[in-house]
Nanobody
């Protein structure tokens, strides 16, 4: 069955960096586009970015595009989200998605001094 498991969430100070990982199984990962989403407290879930299957091209929403980098390791069936210059407004549960129906449980990122 399809499984997605995020890891790497932590408490980090503003301006700091954090790397999240999404480990996938149960589907043909190397042929699959994967998306990253986040849900801040009291807000709706929003897309952060995604990475294609074909050439590993990543795209991002404008609010994060200069600070976040999505990459994939097909050998490990994993997608990484590198976050730099973190802001308090980046505090959220971050989760990955495969297709439109499969979500991980998420990992909490808290940005606070």
């Amino acid at each position: 069955q399809v499984q997605l498991a995020e890891s790497g969430g932590d408490l980090v100070q503003p301006g700091g960096s954090l790397s999240l990982s999404c480990a996938a199984s149960g589907f043909s990962f190397e042929y699959s586009k994967i998306g990253w989403f986040r849900q801040a407290p009291g807000k709706e879930r929003e897309g952060v970015g995604c990475i294609s299957a074909s050439d590993g091209t990543a795209s991002y929403v404008d609010s994060v595009k200069d600070r976040l980098t999505i990459s994939r390791d097909n050998a490990k069936s994993a997608v990484n989200l590198q976050m730099n210059s973190l802001k308090t407004e980046d505090t959220a549960v971050y989760c990955c998605r495969y297709d439109t129906n499969y979500w991980g449980k998420g990992t909490l990122v808290t940005v606070a001094s």
